[in-house]
């Protein structure tokens, strides 16, 4: 071989980054055992080397072995790296343990390779013991081997105890204007970090212990970093990433400002890091801080920081700004997608989101698992069961059906669109269930009024040791204020303690609307009165509803007072207890009360009902003619009525608010939307199929009556979902037992 062509392949192994491809790494190694025999030791630990950056574990192994024993370092280094490039780690740390034995010492280019292992294995004490050697070797001073070590405390924290780690999910530059703003910056010192799950009804919740863990292990974090002789952005990263992590939000800013006075400017993961920070406490005026600070630096088209600012933005409830900064986005992944539909499920904005959904596909970007569980909300809020459906084939054609977020999601949605024999059954397929699942199945049971079947799961959630969280006590009170279970709900709601959980707001509104239901208004009174958290308007606001029903206007009164102490813009007590006073009789107090509101700007919520009929929801609101079908509509709903009629339905039109006379009153609840709606079904499908229909307010006494009559008349199950519960009628009968 020329001297000349050995000095170009000498040049070219010892400058490894000019081979780019996995072909010319392997062209290079023929030509080497064509040209050079035999190959030295050391030129095969450079060809190792190289097939070890592309990852070709099997040639790395075949070439390993064929070099004579004992290996270079050069060797087992390029090894022990493409074991753990490649997911092979218990691998990487036993060629490791024989680095060791056969006396070869490791170097700054191993640690980080081992110590990746050791977060992959989850081996804590593994990594603590990789730590000896790294400070017995003299190397704990080295960049690269302390930001390895930082990554593996920050991601192995919570290992200290594993039964805590076993309870989390497991799932789930230049400018000076924006350190200086974050200087002398104060956050509550209280922080609540339940997780919650937007718009599904369920969360996931980090304990205080694993909090109080994860500082711990911060601790260590924080040791390492601070003996770390010189730091790069990755250090920085590591640090203020494992300090948000772990709840510490104050320290993370803290970082960040001390990373701004070390001359060192943040980079795309350092802002998406401390984005959150500004999201969980609403800070929008920080939170445009950081955006103007990224547009500055070019950091605005990324897509992490345009995810980052889209999750910021929508916790700010600043959906347009949301929006405004997705469609300026170069490029969309799925991440900065599934963020723009999450904000809009979020924020209410369900239409907008199964939109954005629709759109992600014809963009041919393929949903993930996790998109599933952010768009069933939107189809179980809107209950439009034929999407719902057509997105659970899709979830079985890609293989997500087992995956237990999605899973949970499906029960949530299919229990909220009005089918829950179809909730129970994944729910009892699922291999694995979590506390997510069982709140889910458990509200579904609750809002459908099968009381007994959702306290005997949540009995049954307790012996299987699943952990109780906030919301399945919510569920379980639901239950029970369905069913007038006071005795039962008293008992659970006094065990919350004894689970670690300390009654909220939503617990106590659940167990005052209970009594109010159950007509124990005084005691209800008494328990709102007695509260340990200030009682809002809308949890008196229940007391007041439960008046209504029991026709008893001076407790009505009373509590109305309360209402218009805490809140004097509160509609819906003005419109309830004018309503009372119309269905009394007491034209003009009720008048007075109008023209109150009148003065004040408000306005009633008027009545809506909407059906899913062919793929299409159609919407009704009381006395509208506006749907294209409405002579056809109202000519079937009055002959439906009048079969009605002849099986023995008698209108009740006690609550007819208006001072006229019997007939206007007849057609006033005649009309009703949710009978538009019901009319509209039957008209349009075969006969037996279920009618589904939605209603925004609480369907009156005297539709109730009538929707009993018509299901046995029409020989349809009709389900009707009110703001409260659902309603489930057939054969003449409804599920609630005529207590709601």
Same mark, same amino acid.
């Given at each position: 071989?020329?001297?000349?062509?050995?000095?170009?392949?000498?040049?070219?192994?010892?400058?490894?980054?000019?081979?780019?491809?996995?072909?010319?790494?392997?062209?290079?190694?023929?030509?080497?055992?064509?040209?050079?025999?035999?190959?030295?030791?050391?030129?095969?630990?450079?060809?190792?080397?190289?097939?070890?950056?592309?990852?070709?574990?099997?040639?790395?192994?075949?070439?390993?072995?064929?070099?004579?024993?004992?290996?270079?370092?050069?060797?087992?280094?390029?090894?022990?790296?493409?074991?753990?490039?490649?997911?092979?780690?218990?691998?990487?740390?036993?060629?490791?343990?024989?680095?060791?034995?056969?006396?070869?010492?490791?170097?700054?280019?191993?640690?980080?390779?081992?110590?990746?292992?050791?977060?992959?294995?989850?081996?804590?004490?593994?990594?603590?013991?990789?730590?000896?050697?790294?400070?017995?070797?003299?190397?704990?001073?080295?960049?690269?081997?302390?930001?390895?070590?930082?990554?593996?405390?920050?991601?192995?924290?919570?290992?200290?105890?594993?039964?805590?780690?076993?309870?989390?999910?497991?799932?789930?530059?230049?400018?000076?204007?924006?350190?200086?703003?974050?200087?002398?910056?104060?956050?509550?010192?209280?922080?609540?970090?339940?997780?919650?799950?937007?718009?599904?009804?369920?969360?996931?919740?980090?304990?205080?212990?694993?909090?109080?863990?994860?500082?711990?292990?911060?601790?260590?974090?924080?040791?390492?970093?601070?003996?770390?002789?010189?730091?790069?952005?990755?250090?920085?990263?590591?640090?203020?990433?494992?300090?948000?992590?772990?709840?510490?939000?104050?320290?993370?800013?803290?970082?960040?400002?001390? $990373?701004?006075?070390?001359?060192?400017?943040?980079?795309?993961?350092?802002?998406?890091?401390?984005?959150?920070?500004?999201?969980?406490?609403?800070?929008?005026?920080?939170?445009?801080?950081?955006?103007?600070?990224?547009?500055?630096?070019?950091?605005?088209?990324?897509?992490?920081?345009?995810?980052?600012?889209?999750?910021?933005?929508?916790?700010?409830?600043?959906?347009?700004?949301?929006?405004?900064?997705?469609?300026?986005?170069?490029?969309?992944?799925?991440?900065?997608?599934?963020?723009?539909?999450?904000?809009?499920?979020?924020?209410?904005?369900?239409?907008?989101?199964?939109?954005?959904?629709?759109?992600?596909?014809?963009?041919?970007?393929?949903?993930?698992?996790?998109?599933?569980?952010?768009?069933?909300?939107?189809?179980?809020?809107?209950?439009?069961?034929?999407?719902?459906?057509?997105?659970?084939?899709?979830?079985?054609?890609?293989?997500?059906?087992?995956?237990?977020?999605?899973?949970?999601?499906?029960?949530?949605?299919?229990?909220?669109?009005?089918?829950?024999?179809?909730?129970?059954?994944?729910?009892?397929?699922?291999?694995?269930?979590?506390?997510?699942?069982?709140?889910?199945?458990?509200?579904?049971?609750?809002?459908?009024?099968?009381?007994?079947?959702?306290?005997?799961?949540?009995?049954?959630?307790?012996?299987?040791?699943?952990?109780?969280?906030?919301?399945?006590?919510?569920?379980?009170?639901?239950?029970?204020?369905?069913?007038?279970?006071?005795?039962?709900?008293?008992?659970?709601?006094?065990?919350?303690?004894?689970?670690?959980?300390?009654?909220?707001?939503?617990?106590?509104?659940?167990?005052?609307?209970?009594?109010?239901?159950?007509?124990?208004?005084?005691?209800?009174?008494?328990?709102?009165?007695? $509260?340990?958290?200030?009682?809002?308007?809308?949890?008196?606001?229940?007391?007041?509803?439960?008046?209504?029903?029991?026709?008893?206007?001076?407790?009505?009164?009373?509590?109305?007072?309360?209402?218009?102490?805490?809140?004097?813009?509160?509609?819906?007590?003005?419109?309830?207890?004018?309503?009372?006073?119309?269905?009394?009789?007491?034209?003009?107090?009720?008048?007075?009360?109008?023209?109150?509101?009148?003065?004040?700007?408000?306005?009633?919520?008027?009545?809506?009902?909407?059906?899913?009929?062919?793929?299409?929801?159609?919407?009704?609101?009381?006395?509208?003619?506006?749907?294209?079908?409405?002579?056809?509509?109202?000519?079937?709903?009055?002959?439906?009525?009048?079969?009605?009629?002849?099986?023995?339905?008698?209108?009740?039109?006690?609550?007819?608010?208006?001072?006229?006379?019997?007939?206007?009153?007849?057609?006033?609840?005649?009309?009703?939307?949710?009978?538009?709606?019901?009319?509209?079904?039957?008209?349009?499908?075969?006969?037996?199929?279920?009618?589904?229909?939605?209603?925004?307010?609480?369907?009156?006494?005297?539709?109730?009556?009538?929707?009993?009559?018509?299901?046995?008349?029409?020989?349809?199950?009709?389900?009707?979902?009110?703001?409260?519960?659902?309603?489930?009628?057939?054969?003449?009968?409804?599920?609630?037992?005529?207590?709601?």
């Amino acid at each position: 071989m020329s001297t000349c062509y050995q000095t170009s392949l000498r040049t070219f192994l010892e400058h490894e980054s000019g081979i780019k491809t996995k072909h010319q790494a392997k062209e290079l190694h023929a030509r080497i055992i064509r040209t050079i025999a035999p190959v030295s030791a050391i030129l095969n630990s450079k060809i190792l080397s190289i097939y070890s950056n592309f990852n070709l574990l099997r040639d790395s192994l075949t070439l390993f072995n064929a070099i004579d024993s004992p290996q270079p370092t050069k060797a087992w280094k390029s090894i022990i790296k493409c074991y753990a490039s490649s997911g092979f780690f218990l691998n990487s740390l036993t060629f490791f343990n024989g680095m060791r034995a056969e006396g070869r010492i490791p170097d700054r280019n191993v640690f980080p390779s081992v110590l990746k292992s050791c977060v992959q294995l989850r081996d804590l004490r593994l990594g603590e013991s990789i730590h000896g050697c790294v400070i017995t070797l003299g190397l704990d001073s080295d960049l690269y081997t302390g930001n390895a070590l930082m990554n593996m405390y920050a991601k192995l924290q919570f290992l200290k105890d594993p039964q805590v780690f076993d309870k989390m999910p497991e799932r789930k530059k230049q400018t000076s204007g924006f350190w200086n703003g974050l200087v002398g910056y104060n956050y509550p010192d209280e922080l609540d970090l339940n997780l919650r799950s937007g718009g599904v009804g369920l969360d996931y919740d980090m304990t205080e212990q694993a909090i109080k863990l994860g500082a711990l292990g911060m601790d260590t974090v924080s040791k390492v970093f601070e003996m770390m002789p010189i730091r790069d952005v990755v250090s920085w990263n590591t640090v203020i990433g494992g300090n948000v992590q772990s709840g510490r939000y104050m320290e993370a800013l803290g970082m960040l400002r001390e $990373m701004g006075c070390a001359d060192l400017k943040p980079d795309s993961f350092t802002l998406s890091t401390v984005l959150p920070i500004f999201a969980k406490y609403v800070d929008i005026k920080k939170g445009k801080e950081v955006h103007g600070f990224a547009i500055r630096h070019g950091f605005d088209g990324d897509v992490f920081i345009g995810s980052s600012l889209i999750d910021m933005y929508a916790n700010c409830t600043r959906v347009d700004d949301s929006y405004k900064l997705f469609c300026l986005l170069p490029q969309r992944d799925a991440v900065s997608w599934n963020s723009m539909i999450a904000t809009c499920v979020q924020n209410g904005r369900f239409d907008e989101g199964l939109e954005l959904f629709r759109q992600m596909l014809r963009d041919n970007i393929g949903p993930a698992e996790y998109s599933f569980s952010i768009i069933m909300p939107a189809c179980a809020h809107l209950t439009t069961l034929n999407l719902g459906k057509q997105l659970h084939a899709y979830v079985i054609r890609a293989g997500y059906d087992e995956n237990i977020y999605v899973a949970s999601s499906l029960v949530d949605m299919y229990a909220k669109c009005g089918n829950i024999k179809i909730a129970r059954w994944i729910f009892h397929n699922m291999e694995i269930q979590d506390s997510v699942s069982w709140t889910a199945m458990i509200m579904g049971y609750a809002i459908h009024g099968l009381a007994r079947d959702a306290i005997l799961l949540f009995e049954k959630m307790q012996m299987e040791g699943v952990q109780s969280n906030s919301v399945v006590f919510v569920a379980v009170l639901t239950a029970c204020s369905h069913a007038g279970l006071v005795d039962e709900a008293w008992k659970f709601f006094n065990s919350m303690n004894n689970h670690g959980i300390p009654p909220e707001l939503e617990h106590y509104a659940g167990l005052a609307d209970l009594l109010g239901r159950a007509g124990r208004l005084q005691e209800a009174y008494d328990f709102i009165s007695s $509260m340990h958290i200030k009682p809002t308007g809308s949890v008196w606001s229940a007391l007041l509803s439960a008046c209504r029903v029991h026709k008893n206007i001076e407790m009505a009164e009373k509590v109305a007072k309360e209402i218009f102490i805490i809140d004097p813009e509160y509609t819906g007590a003005y419109a309830l207890l004018s309503n009372m006073y119309g269905v009394a009789g007491r034209w003009k107090e009720a008048q007075k009360l109008r023209i109150t509101m009148k003065r004040k700007g408000m306005t009633k919520k008027p009545a809506c009902s909407w059906i899913e009929v062919k793929n299409k929801v159609h919407a009704f609101v009381a006395g509208d003619k506006s749907h294209p079908l409405y002579d056809q509509i109202n000519e079937a709903l009055e002959e439906i009525l009048e079969q009605i009629e002849r099986e023995g339905y008698v209108p009740d039109t006690s609550e007819v608010l208006h001072d006229v006379d019997e007939e206007q009153k007849r057609f006033a609840v005649s009309t009703h939307s949710e009978r538009l709606a019901i009319a509209f079904g039957i008209m349009s499908t075969t006969a037996g199929t279920t009618i589904r229909v939605t209603k925004n307010l609480r369907v009156c006494v005297d539709c109730h009556t009538a929707i009993k009559f018509i299901s046995k008349t029409m020989g349809r199950e009709i389900i009707v979902r009110d703001n409260i519960r659902f309603h489930c009628f057939k054969d003449g009968s409804c599920s609630c037992g005529d207590y709601w």
